[in-house]
């Protein structure tokens, strides 16, 4: 039966607080300046020294702004530090907005084809339900970003540089995702009244005009060839090579086949066991692109391979839930760096599977790993290099602990030549297909 709150439960409450004098100090403190702010332990402050045994030295950081596009920065940021280091060029920066342009129009596609593929299932229904909640997003994976890439390259910042839109896209996406919906009606529509799946995409051509002039006029229209010129600032000579496309530039200044770069994850529920590999229904963005594919381990068999590729002087992609224990303004992310237990009296303690079943947590943010400290070959802080501009942290790089890593991070993208050859047959199995509500389809997209 259904117990309600009683005055006299309230009293009892009331009266284990009155009962202990340093309470009132407490709820004074918290009031007076806000949970974390009261409850910041200086330890924390002085342990997470911004010095690494291993660092890869990578300049300036960039920012994002207002938009979810952390996934693009920390994947292109990964990207430029090898350019600023084989051409010696001085914080040079890949468009952030040529990416985003085609993120968007790609996702509007593919949300259209989810719309026409479930055209037979209830609107109410879970999927559909998940389908209308959020058409496109600024939020991305690893393996989206590389799909773009594939099919449409990249370009130098200068080339396509930031607009009032692509640096603050919450209007974008309001737009974007008014229109798309209506567009998921009128197919929908389409489908009740008996038209063909032929009839249904001669239809989407028409709807992805409008939503490829609405991103034109919002963000610019990507250029299919450019001139491309730097100095060395090494050698102090100037280098020019004209008409040059997207695909020719990634393939020519980048130079990474991206198909040697594997997402690891540490996923801990009963659901996912470990040397498995995992997909997710419904998550992607260029329809025929690369799959979201996770190889799930252990959290020591991640680091291991992080600190690999860092010590490579390589800088590493990573995933995590930047929301928890974590201070942006002075870039600390530390398991210990709030004491609300002892504040509050009570225990915070969900394990990590437990805080992704209960959704308390998942994957919010990416970032990049540029160093490591080892102390006797073990890691116990990391340096990271964020994409939230030079007021946050030390000029936009973070401390992060290694108890933070360990239950707050979920991803790291590595070359797969670091992997054991058990982990190597272990990621070509084919991947479990989990639904597109798992916790592991969550997208990093954090501001």
Not at 5 to 26: H, L
Not at 295 to 317: G, M
Not at 338 to 363: G, H, I, N, P, Q
Not at 367 to 389: A, C, F, I, Q, Y
């Amino acid at each position: 039966m259904t117990k309600e709150i009683s005055a006299s439960m309230v009293a009892r409450y009331s009266d284990k607080i009155q009962t202990k004098p340093k309470n009132q100090i407490i709820k004074d403190a918290i009031m007076k300046n806000g949970i974390n702010a009261a409850t910041l332990n200086n330890d924390s402050l002085v342990s997470m020294n911004p010095a690494f045994s291993e660092e890869i030295e990578t300049g300036k950081v960039t920012d994002q702004k207002m938009s979810g596009r952390c996934w693009m920065f920390a994947a292109l940021n990964t990207f430029r530090h090898k350019l600023n280091d084989l051409f010696h060029l001085k914080d040079f920066e890949l468009s952030q907005n040529y990416t985003l342009f085609w993120d968007k129009f790609e996702k509007s596609n593919y949300f259209l084809e989810s719309i026409i593929e479930t055209a037979d299932q209830p609107l109410d229904g879970r999927l559909v339900s998940w389908l209308m909640a959020t058409p496109q997003q600024d939020g991305g994976q690893w393996d989206m970003l590389v799909s773009i890439i594939d099919k449409y390259g990249v370009v130098p910042k200068q080339v396509m540089p930031e607009t009032f839109q692509s640096s603050r896209t919450r209007e974008l996406n309001g737009l974007l995702n008014a229109k798309l919906r209506e567009d998921a009606g009128a197919l929908r529509r389409l489908h009740e009244k008996g038209k063909t799946r032929s009839d249904l995409e001669e239809t989407k051509d028409d709807m992805l005009d409008d939503i490829y002039r609405i991103l034109v006029f919002s963000l610019g229209e990507p250029p299919k060839s450019f001139d491309f010129e730097y100095r060395d600032e090494e050698k102090k000579e100037f280098h020019r090579e004209t008409g040059i496309t997207p695909k020719e530039f990634f393939k020519k200044y980048v130079s990474l086949n991206l198909d040697d770069y594997v997402s690891i994850i540490n996923a801990p529920t009963k659901d996912k066991p470990f040397n498995k590999t995992y997909t997710v229904q419904y998550l992607g963005t260029v329809v025929g692109g690369r799959k979201i594919k996770y190889l799930n381990v252990d959290i020591d068999t991640l680091k291991n391979l992080a600190i690999s590729q860092i010590k490579d002087k390589e800088t590493v992609w990573f995933g995590c839930d930047v929301v928890l224990y974590s201070d942006g303004k002075l870039g600390i992310m530390d398991k210990d760096l709030y004491d609300y237990d002892t504040a509050f009296s009570t225990k915070f303690k969900l394990s990590k599977a437990e805080r992704l079943d209960y959704k308390e947590s998942c994957l919010t943010h990416a970032m990049v790993l540029t160093g490591v400290n080892l102390v006797d070959g073990r890691p116990n802080r990391w340096k990271v290099e964020n994409s939230w501009g030079e007021d946050r942290g030390k000029k936009g790089y973070f401390v992060m602990s290694d108890k933070w890593m360990d239950e707050f991070t979920y991803q790291v993208v590595v070359n797969k030549k670091y992997l054991s050859d058990e982990l190597k047959k272990a990621y070509e199995q084919e991947p479990v297909e989990l639904k597109p509500w798992d916790p592991m389809g969550a997208l990093a997209l954090m501001k």
